[in-house]
């Protein structure tokens, strides 16, 4: 898969302030602001995960996905999300009591030495939330009667190094990105248990909270954050969020779509594996 990682210039040491005034003085002074980051002028080629997406089917054909075949869906991109946040910012992987039994290998990861305190700082609330949200999805699909499935192989460097700053949010604000529509497009499948709705709602929150502020930190550094597929409008000052011009809603993903970006296949239906996850997901939802 192409290096979707490249960039031409690393990061410098800086400080943020994220005050309302110093925001809206950043937006005013782009450069003043960028030269204070240590940011200023990082890009990033398109990859494996930018293209335009195909919808497909749910990905169990003649059958509706159960509740517990959607909690595992999302225990995949959970294990995923995860991963990457833990690798970054400790250089190794989830504890062993969070991955189930006979877990598969993770590839690619490798700490990154954060030169601004608030990405680091991100980094760090982001690699404790999902690991909570892979705690809490266990547990849960656990509580109704359900057996979690196994964290599957995860390939990390599938769309190329993180190694800084930039590359960090870049990638950040793609996962993050994907897993808000992912929840949206499985919320109809939940509706049978409000306890399991009710989790999915409050992980799809935290979700956003993390694609807003990443979406927002691309934007006042200059960092470019291409588009996963057709749905994803890169963030910028004309499109500070990923949201529809007629109905001003985020984009809502099938399976398949979601499939697609994460096996870096975008536009082609019935991959069983490959990008992120070299083996495939784990449980009944695997099929773009």
């Not at 949200?133 to 359900?146: D, K, Q």
Request: charged share 10%; with cysteine.
């Amino acid at each position: 898969m192409s290096d979707l990682m490249n960039h031409l210039e690393t990061c410098g040491e800086g400080e943020i302030s994220l005050t309302a005034n110093r925001r809206a003085s950043a937006l005013r002074d782009r450069r003043g602001f960028l030269s204070t980051l240590g940011l200023a002028g990082a890009a990033l080629g398109a990859g494996a995960m930018t293209g335009c997406s195909t919808d497909g089917p749910i990905s169990l054909p003649g059958t509706t996905p159960s509740v517990l075949d959607v909690l595992n869906f999302a225990l995949n991109l959970e294990y995923l999300e995860a991963s990457f946040y833990s690798y970054v910012t400790t250089g190794a992987g989830l504890p062993a009591a969070d991955m189930g039994g006979s877990p598969g290998t993770v590839t690619g990861g490798a700490k990154v030495t954060f030169t601004n305190p608030i990405v680091a700082s991100l980094a760090n609330q982001l690699a404790t939330h999902e690991r909570q949200h892979v705690e809490l999805l266990r547990a849960s699909i656990t509580s109704i009667g359900g057996t979690p499935v196994a964290m599957p192989a995860i390939n990390l460097a599938a769309n190329g190094a993180v190694t800084n700053d930039a590359t960090f949010l870049a990638a950040a604000r793609q996962l993050e990105s994907v897993g808000v529509s992912a929840y949206a497009g499985g919320a109809q499948y939940l509706v049978s248990s409000v306890t399991a709705l009710n989790y999915a709602a409050q992980i799809l929150h935290a979700e956003a909270q993390h694609a807003g502020f990443l979406r927002e930190l691309c934007i006042v550094n200059g960092i470019s954050s291409p588009a996963v597929d057709s749905l994803d409008q890169v963030p910028s000052l004309s499109k500070i969020f990923n949201t529809d011009a007629t109905t001003g809603l985020n984009p809502v993903r099938t399976t398949s779509q979601v499939l697609q970006i994460v096996y870096g296949s975008v536009g082609t239906l019935g991959v069983t594996k490959g990008g992120f996850f070299p083996n495939g997901l784990n449980g009944a939802i695997t099929i773009s």
